[in-house]
C-alpha cells in the first residue's frame, strides 16, 4: 500500500473526540433499543458495552498495537498502557479473529432494530434505529478518511485493510 498521509506518532485530539461523540452517540442509541425491547435484557447488554470497552477490547487489540500506551485515534493506547501489560506486536492481526466477541454490540441492536420493523413501522422506534445505523455509517467514514490513512497500523491493520487476513497475503 501506498502511503500518501504522513502517519502519525500520537493523535490530536482534534481526530479523538469526534471518535468519542460518535461513539457515545452509537453506544446510547444501542443501549436504548436494547432497553426498551426488554429491560433486564438492557441492563446487561449495558454491563457488557462497559466490559468490552474497558477489558475486552484493549486486551484484544490494543496491547499488541504499535500505539499501546499512547493517543491512538481512540486514545484507548493510552488506556491499554496504564491498565494491561503489553502484548507482542506481532500478534496484532492474529488477535483480530478474536473481536468476534464484540460483535453483539452491533448485532443485536441491528437484529432488535429489524424485528421491530417486522412488527410495523413506528416513528419513533425506526427512526431511531435509522439513525443509529446512520451513526454506524457516519463513525466509520470518520475514521477510515480521517484516522486510518495516518495511522502506523494500516498496513497490516484488517480495519484498513481486510485483505490483510486473506491467505494470500
Not at 28 to 54: C, T
Not at 67 to 77: E, H, L, V
Not at 91 to 104: A, D, N, V
Amino acid at each position: 500500500m501506498e502511503n500518501t498521509k504522513q502517519q502519525v506518532e500520537n493523535y490530536p485530539w482534534i481526530k479523538i473526540v469526534p471518535r468519542w461523540v460518535l461513539g457515545a452517540i452509537e453506544i446510547g442509541i444501542s443501549i436504548f433499543l436494547v432497553i426498551n425491547f426488554h429491560s433486564m435484557f438492557g441492563l446487561l447488554f449495558s454491563a457488557y458495552w462497559v466490559l468490552s470497552l474497558f477489558v475486552f477490547l484493549p486486551l484484544i487489540r490494543c496491547t499488541k498495537c504499535y500505539y499501546y500506551g499512547k493517543r491512538c485515534n481512540t486514545a484507548w493506547g493510552l488506556l491499554a498502557g496504564f491498565a494491561f501489560p503489553k502484548g507482542e506486536q506481532v500478534y496484532f492481526q492474529t488477535g483480530y479473529g478474536l473481536t468476534i466477541i464484540l460483535w453483539p454490540l452491533r448485532l443485536m441492536p441491528i437484529g432488535i432494530g429489524l424485528l421491530k420493523l417486522l412488527d410495523g413501522f413506528t416513528i419513533d422506534a425506526d427512526g431511531l434505529f435509522g439513525l443509529y445505523l446512520i451513526i454506524i455509517f457516519l463513525h466509520r467514514l470518520f475514521y477510515r478518511t480521517a484516522n486510518c490513512p495516518v495511522c502506523k497500523q494500516k498496513d497490516i491493520c484488517p480495519v484498513y485493510n481486510p485483505h490483510v487476513l486473506s491467505p494470500e497475503s
